[in-house]
């Protein structure tokens, strides 16, 4: 129903920012829930933030007041801006979307998924 593709990852400097950019086709984006996960080598896939179909947000304990997530309806676009990076920031950033309203942090309740971009925060 929908192909998200991230891009704008690389690498930064801690205390540097990045912002990541999720592209969807296929489907607008208007009437689903979007999110970014992010995976740390060895380990498990953890929530970063959503946003909802309103604009309601929802962000995980280890990135709020650093991290803001936003959308653009109008360019089916979703991205996130990463500020006050650390280390512990490295990790594969993916994109995900799905058909609800609630702001979940359960990646197995995302049905749409990106191949994820490569963020490198060295020190």
């Known amino acids: 129903q929908v192909q998200l593709v991230e891009s704008g990852g690389g690498l930064v400097q801690a205390g540097g920012s990045l912002r990541l950019s999720c592209a969807a086709s296929g489907r607008t984006i208007d009437a689903y829930t979007m999110a970014w996960f992010r995976q740390a080598p060895g380990k498990e896939r953890e929530f970063v933030a959503a946003?909802?179909?309103?604009?309601?947000?929802r962000y995980a304990d280890s990135v709020k007041g650093r991290f803001t997530i936003s959308r653009e309806n109008a360019k089916s676009t979703m991205y996130l801006q990463m500020n006050s990076q650390t280390p512990e920031d490295t990790a594969v950033y993916y994109c995900a979307a799905r058909s609800s309203t609630l702001l979940s942090r359960t990646e197995g309740l995302y049905d749409y998924w990106g191949q994820g971009t490569q963020v490198t925060v060295s020190s």
């Open positions: 946003i909802g179909q309103s604009g309601s947000t």
